[in-house]
């Protein structure tokens, strides 16, 4: 009798989960994860409903909340260049206690510029760091816009090399949800409550899908023994200011364990070149490996983003 109750148990457990899409979100043990914003001071177009003022605010006290270790924040020169109000957020990033980090002058796409040109945005986006990391060491951490690396062998390590010379460390990411697709849907949402909430619950879910899956796959590489920290990618939007807080809630509770951005970045997995030609896109570091070992990992359908389910919620 009390094996058929638990049977039933964990059968309505089951139906429970894959009516809300939450199915594949139990993740056994503590996960490491680590947080960085791409696209500092400000990502996106402005918003009427949050401020860039209130979006930093919202952000500093989440981290703080969460107990967030330093999470590294990556600089894009022309977003803050001669805009005074700008760059006072940046003085409060940096004194909340978090880094700062280089993603380029221009916010280039490797794959639609050439080497010369991008290693010169890189040099370019140098002084305006100087102003605000605390150490050389900590601005020459470079993170890629757009997660490109090189759609051909010569751009890839032309500018690795650069990197190298200058001792740069590359910021990779393992765990990316696209959170400035729902931004871009969630603008179109101003005024409509019903939708605007609706499109937030999906970023929270969506969130969590990915960490799972993004875990699942770094498990599948790696072995389930040998520990991977992960590496989140955000962007500073005003929508991902809005839902910061209760995004570290949710990931608290899948069993998440804050760690530094630094020491994630710097984590020797992290260090291997796999010499990929990105010739379809940028791409985060499990899917370099996966490409790169030739290795078949069976995707969830909750995998692809929705985006025209997005953009279609708001007229």
């Known amino acids: 009798m009390a094996n058929s109750i638990s049977r039933l148990k964990v059968s309505i457990l089951g139906v429970i989960g894959l009516l809300f899409g939450l199915s594949a979100l139990a993740v056994p043990g503590k996960i490491p994860l680590a947080l960085t914003f791409d696209d500092l001071p400000a990502s996106g177009p402005e918003a009427a409903e949050i401020t860039r003022e209130q979006a930093m605010d919202l952000i500093l006290q989440a981290l703080k909340k969460h107990k967030v270790p330093p999470v590294y924040g990556f600089l894009t020169g022309q977003l ?27 916010h280039l796409d490797l794959s639609k510029t050439n080497s010369a040109d991008y290693i010169a945005d890189i040099a370019k986006n140098e002084p305006l ?16 816009p757009f997660l490109m690396e090189g759609d051909s062998h010569d751009k890839r390590y032309a500018v690795r090399s650069y990197l190298s010379r200058r001792q740069y460390q590359i910021a990779q990411v393992s765990v990316d949800f696209q959170d400035w697709h729902f931004y871009e849907a969630w603008m179109k949402c101003q005024g409509q409550e019903d939708n605007q909430r609706q499109l937030e619950d999906e970023f929270i879910l969506f969130a969590k899908q990915r960490l799972t899956t993004y875990h699942q796959v770094g498990q599948y590489i790696f072995g389930a023994n040998r520990e ?11 929508l991902t200011a809005k839902l910061l807080d209760r995004l570290l809630s949710e990931f608290t509770k899948m069993g998440v364990r804050w760690i530094s951005a630094d020491q994630a970045i710097r984590h020797p997995l992290y260090q291997e070149d796999t010499a990929l030609e990105m010739k379809s896109g940028g791409m985060g570091f499990l899917d370099q490996a996966l490409q790169s070992r030739k290795l078949k990992f069976k995707w969830p359908k909750n995998h692809i983003l929705p985006k025209n389910k997005l953009l279609s919620l708001c007229p």
């Open 129 to 144: 760091l100087i102003d605000y990391a605390s150490t050389i060491k900590e601005l020459k951490v470079f993170r890629y």
């Open 228 to 238: 991977l920290p992960h590496i989140l990618l955000l962007h500073l939007t005003p």
């Open 80 to 106: 803050a260049d001669n805009m005074e109000g700008r760059k006072k957020l940046l003085v409060r990033w940096k004194e909340a206690g978090h880094l700062i980090g280089n993603h380029g002058f221009s």
